[in-house]
């Protein structure tokens, strides 16, 4: 069986007579989250049965749903091959009320989707890392996560969503299939989740940036930084000795970025390797030039890891040196 969710709308016209079959199909899927063809009902027959041989509409099983307090789920996905992945969903702002009761703004969601199970990069920091490498998601599986976890949390059609290629893998590692995926979910007749509301987190593979630049696809840029010099990346990213610090940098001064948006440069703070003042003094002029906005992660320790966490106030120390110098700067 095919997965449908990796054939672009253009594809499906080509496989659907008369053409226009498309278009019903993909309100089925993306508008509706309906993966059983047979209850399409506005398609003849004769094209539910086509699609019932050919395809599959449910390629990924919700394995395990985890839930903290703040709202955040972390889903596990089991795929056709048996292998697992995970994608979380970030609830970014809860409800407003106004005194009547009615809704005054409505819930933020992010969900971040994965690229790969397993990644290559061997980041020091990462347990994803630990367990190597399996192989790339198809295209249909990146998107279909999409549609699994708004169909689970009955999120409207209409309701926007912002997409994070910050799951399990490396993107750009996985470049074609991504491209794809990021292509179908923002046409207009099916997710139409904007490119401007989706973001790729990428480890730095400079020539990849360089390309998808090219491209111009209207996608926000996110940079694993998470080190000011060579040396401590390197012991941090081993493919930081492939692709430095120097050259992630001039691939991002030539990265076409929206004129309301920034770069982000995520920055894993780690206790006594890159968390102090000179580290983000030497951080502010790396990016100087950049239109840039700095998120700070306190490393969460896990069994096996020789890093700890920072201390909250060095963080702060941290953040509000970068702040008073002008550069915007968060601490999730």
């Given at each position: 069986?095919?997965?449908?969710?990796?054939?672009?709308f253009?594809?499906l016209?080509?496989?659907?007579t008369?053409?226009?079959?498309a278009?019903?199909?993909?309100?089925?899927?993306?508008?509706h989250y309906e993966?059983d063809f047979?209850?399409?009902?506005?398609?003849p027959?004769?094209?539910r049965?086509?699609?019932?041989?050919?395809?599959?509409?449910?390629?990924?099983d919700?394995?395990?749903?985890a839930?903290s307090?703040d709202?955040?789920?972390?889903y596990?996905?089991?795929?056709?091959d048996?292998?697992?992945?995970?994608?979380?969903?970030l609830?970014?702002?809860d409800?407003e009320?106004?005194?009547?009761?009615?809704?005054?703004?409505?819930?933020?969601?992010?969900i971040?989707?994965s690229?790969?199970?397993?990644?290559?990069?061997g980041?020091k920091?990462c347990?994803?890392?630990?367990?190597?490498?399996?192989?790339?998601?198809?295209?249909?599986?990146?998107?279909?996560?999409?549609v699994?976890?708004?169909?689970?949390?009955?999120?409207?059609?209409e309701?926007?969503?912002?997409?994070?290629?910050?799951?399990?893998g490396?993107?750009?590692?996985?470049?074609?299939?991504?491209v794809?995926?990021?292509?179908?979910?923002?046409?207009?007749?099916?997710?139409s989740i904007?490119p401007r509301r989706q973001?790729?987190s990428?480890?730095g593979?400079?020539?990849?940036i360089?390309?998808?630049?090219?491209?111009d696809l209207g996608?926000?840029?996110a940079?694993?930084?998470h080190a000011?010099?060579d040396?401590?990346r390197?012991?941090?990213?081993p493919?930081n000795?492939?692709?430095n610090i120097d050259?992630?940098?001039n691939?991002?001064?030539t990265f076409?970025v929206?004129a309301r948006?920034?770069?982000?440069?995520?920055?894993?703070?780690?206790?006594?390797?890159?968390d102090s003042?000179?580290d983000?003094k030497?951080?502010?002029?790396?990016?100087?030039?950049?239109k840039?906005?700095?998120?700070?992660?306190?490393?969460?320790?896990?069994?096996?890891s020789n890093f700890?966490?920072?201390?909250?106030?060095?963080?702060k120390?941290f953040a509000?040196?970068l702040?008073?110098?002008?550069?915007l700067c968060?601490?999730?």
């Open positions: 069986m095919e997965n449908i969710f990796d054939y672009s253009d594809e016209k080509g496989l659907l008369p053409s226009f079959r278009k019903q199909v993909w309100n089925w899927l993306y508008i993966d047979s209850m399409m009902i506005n398609l027959k004769e094209i049965n086509k699609l019932n041989e050919q395809f599959s509409a449910k390629n990924l919700i394995e395990n749903v839930l307090k709202g955040t789920k972390k596990l996905f089991l795929t056709y048996n292998h697992t992945f995970e994608s979380v969903l609830k970014m702002k409800k009320f106004d005194e009547y009761g009615n809704i005054k703004n409505s819930e933020k969601f992010t971040c989707v690229s790969q199970i397993g990644c290559k990069i980041c920091f347990c994803t890392g630990k367990n190597g490498f399996t192989r790339n998601l198809s295209t249909g599986e990146i998107v279909e996560q999409v699994a976890i708004k169909k689970d949390n009955n999120i409207m059609p309701k926007c969503v912002n997409i994070v290629y910050m799951g399990m490396e993107p750009l590692d996985n470049f074609d299939n991504l794809k995926a990021i292509k179908i979910i923002s046409h207009i007749d099916g997710l904007s973001t790729i990428t480890s593979i400079s020539p990849m360089n390309v998808l630049g090219n491209l996608v926000q840029l940079i694993s930084l000011v010099n040396k401590t390197n012991r941090l990213m493919i000795k492939l692709y050259s992630i940098i691939s991002v001064k076409p929206n948006k920034r770069v982000m440069f995520e920055y894993l703070m780690i206790k006594d390797v890159n003042i000179d983000a030497d951080l502010l002029k790396l990016l100087d030039g950049i840039a906005k700095v998120n700070l992660i306190l490393f969460n320790p896990f069994e096996g700890e966490r920072p201390d909250l106030e060095n963080a120390k509000d040196y702040h008073n110098k002008g550069l968060t601490i999730r």
